[in-house]
């Protein structure tokens, strides 16, 4: 997963390596939670990522 | 990783979450059902079986799968939007009963990437075999009961001079139509559809029905690149469209500022001090 800052020219910050998935079909967020949600095709998984942590 | 949980031979899909950040709705394309699950923990605690479609017909143009797809969730939350490939329809459904409540259609042939305004008025649909989009009455105006029918059909056309520099273009078009990809400037004003096999954003004013020709946008550089989009997503406030493809468009002058590997599966997430504090749709 890859991270770009919009105020700053969609300059690119960082990637993310998510061992064990890909080939994702659905991204959303909960900022109540602090979490990313994921849907991996690889191995067919959905999966939450902590966004203060990465 | 917070939580992973399995869906082993289910595929799941392009999901929706409600704005309260508590809810996820997963289609599972394997079989026929929206999987209903706690975000904060991943536990499924319910489906909605909706349906899973069927391939058309050899000569009838039959697309790479089957079954259920994309979601849209609206502003606030109280309703979820389900589109199963093959089929002409989009379901509504509530979710505080997590019931089915209609279907808007038929639409001219199944569905693909759609949006819905923030009214709930209208649908804008991708359609199979379709360069442009349907529109659809989200609630059926004799009976005002949720279900409307398909309203308008919008077909539009490649630049000639785009025709004329790809002669021959892919035999197989990506997402096996030609538009998959469509979404709802933030101010409601405009819908913005997809060319997969040109590389062109085409932008339709939406204030009155029918809709409006506005812009086509080519997200090439150089006419001998061939980026396929798929998918359009805007930023939060409305200022940038996100088709992948890798060009970000001022929304308001429709012009490229920047050139980055953008995604299909894009979101803007807004942070203060280092906490998330917003966060759009794909």
């Known amino acids: 997963m890859s991270v770009y800052y919009i105020n700053d020219g969609h300059r690119h910050l960082r990637d993310i390596a998510l061992p064990d998935t890909g080939i994702y079909k659905g991204i959303s967020a909960s900022v109540q939670l602090g979490h990313l949600q994921l849907t991996s095709n690889l191995k067919d998984d959905i999966l939450a990522v902590d966004l203060a942590t990465d | 990783m917070v939580w992973k949980k399995p869906y082993e031979k289910l595929y799941p899909d392009s999901q929706a979450i409600t704005p ?63 589109e199963v490939l093959t089929e002409p329809w989009v379901w509504v459904a509530d979710t505080k009963t997590n019931q089915l409540r209609g279907k808007v259609g038929p639409f001219g042939k199944g569905i693909r990437p759609f949006c819905v305004d923030g009214k709930e008025r209208y649908v ?52 096996s139509t030609p538009s998959h990809g469509i979404n709802i400037t933030p101010d409601q004003k405009e819908v913005w559809f997809v060319d997969v096999v040109y590389g062109y954003l085409y932008v339709f004013d939406v204030t009155k029905m029918p809709p409006r020709h506005v812009a086509d946008i080519p997200l090439f ?62």
């Open chain 2, 20 to 82: 309260d950040g508590k809810t996820l709705y997963v289609p599972l394309r394997a079989i026929d059902s929206w999987a209903i699950i706690d975000a904060a923990t991943g536990n499924e605690t319910g489906r909605i079986k909706v349906a899973h479609g069927e391939n058309y017909k050899p000569g009838n143009h039959p697309i790479g799968g089957m079954g259920p797809h994309n979601t849209w969730m609206n502003p606030a939350g109280t309703r979820v939007y389900f």
């Open chain 2, 124 to 175: 804008y649909a991708n359609v199979d075999w379709l360069l442009g989009f349907e529109v659809g009455t989200v609630k059926d105006a004799a009976t005002g009961k949720w279900g409307g029918k398909m309203l308008h059909r919008v077909e539009h056309q490649t630049p000639a001079a785009r025709l004329a520099q790809i002669p021959n273009p892919p035999a197989r078009k990506p997402h």
């Open chain 2, 221 to 282: 550089k150089d006419p001998a690149e061939q980026p396929h989009p798929g998918w359009v997503s805007f930023s939060i406030d409305g200022a940038y469209a996100y088709p992948d493809g890798g060009a970000v468009i001022d929304a308001r002058t429709k012009q490229v500022v920047a050139r980055i590997p953008t995604s299909e599966k894009l979101i803007e997430i807004d942070f203060r001090n280092g906490k998330p504090v917003r966060a759009g749709h794909r």
